[in-house]
C-alpha cells in the first residue's frame, strides 16, 4: 500500500512566522502534490512536482513555495503566514499523471 | 475552464439500498476518472478508478462511465451507515491534470 506521511496533524503558528509542512511517500512516485481544503471551497491545488528538483504552480500559489530536493520528499513553505492561509492541508502522490492521487493524513493549520 | 461538477447534496438513502452518485465533466477529452471517499475531518481515500465506458464493479461498488455523454457514477448497494460520506469525483483532464469536484455528501438513514 502506498503511504504517504505528513509530519504534523495540527499545527498552530503566528502570522508573519515562516511555516514548513513535509511530506514524504514511500512508493518511488513521480508526482507529488500540494492541496488546501476549506469549507465551501473544495480541493484546491496549490504546487505540484513531476520530478526531482521541478515544481509548478497550481490555482492557488500565492504566498507559498515548494522545494523537491528528493523524489520522496514535497515541502510546502509558506513564507510569511498570514491568517487566510489557516486551513487544512493535504499532500498527494501518484505514480504516473494517469493513475490516482494518494493522500496523506492532512496538516491542520491554523494561523493566529 | 474545465469544470467537474457534483450534486452537493445532502443525499439521503435508507440503510440497505442503493445509492446513487453523479458526476459530470466538461473537457471531452479526458481519459481518467476517480471516486474518493472523504470522512468529516480525514483525507480522501480512493474507491474507484475507472478509465473505459462501461460498469467496473469492486465488492459494493459500481462506478460507470459514459464518455459519450461526459457523466460517470458511482452506485453503492447495501449501503451502510458507514458508508456516510463526501464522496468527490476526481477527473483526469487531456493535459493529465486532475480537476476536482466539490463533493457530495451521502447520508445513510439506519
Known amino acids: 500500500d502506498v503511504k504517504v506521511t505528513q509530519s504534523s496533524r495540527y499545527l498552530v503558528k503566528r502570522t508573519g512566522e515562516k511555516v514548513f509542512l513535509e511530506c514524504v511517500q514511500d512508493?518511488?512516485?513521480?508526482?507529488m502534490f500540494w492541496y488546501r481544503q476549506d469549507p465551501g471551497l473544495g480541493l484546491r491545488l496549490i504546487y505540484f512536482?513531476?520530478?526531482?528538483?521541478?515544481?509548478e504552480k497550481g490555482d492557488i500559489p500565492e504566498g507559498y513555495s515548494v522545494s523537491r530536493e528528493k523524489k520522496e520528499r514535497f515541502s510546502l513553505i509558506l513564507e510569511s503566514a498570514s491568517t487566510n492561509q489557516t486551513s487544512m492541508y493535504l499532500c498527494?502522490?501518484?505514480?504516473?499523471?494517469?493513475?490516482?492521487?494518494?493522500f496523506g493524513d492532512g496538516t491542520r493549520l491554523s494561523i493566529l | 475552464q474545465k469544470e467537474v461538477e457534483q450534486n452537493s447534496g445532502p443525499l439521503s438513502v435508507p440503510e440497505g439500498a442503493i445509492a446513487s452518485l453523479n458526476c459530470t465533466y466538461s473537457?471531452?477529452?479526458?481519459?481518467?476518472f476517480f471516486w474518493y471517499r472523504q470522512y468529516s475531518g480525514k483525507s480522501p481515500e480512493l474507491i474507484m478508478s475507472?478509465?473505459s465506458n462501461g460498469d467496473k464493479e469492486d465488492g459494493r461498488f459500481t462506478a460507470q462511465l459514459n464518455k459519450a455523454s461526459q457523466y460517470v457514477s458511482l452506485l453503492i448497494r447495501d449501503s451502510q451507515p458507514s458508508d456516510s460520506a463526501t464522496y468527490l469525483c476526481?477527473?483526469?483532464?487531456?493535459?493529465?491534470?486532475?480537476?476536482w469536484g466539490a463533493g457530495t455528501k451521502l447520508i445513510i438513514k439506519p
Open positions: 475507472i478509465y
Open positions: 512536482s513531476y520530478d526531482v528538483k521541478m515544481k
Open positions: 473537457d471531452r477529452g479526458s481519459q481518467s
Open positions: 512508493m518511488d512516485h513521480e508526482n
Open positions: 498527494a502522490s501518484s505514480l504516473r499523471e494517469d493513475q490516482p492521487q494518494h
Open positions: 476526481a477527473v483526469g483532464d487531456s493535459n493529465y491534470q486532475l480537476i
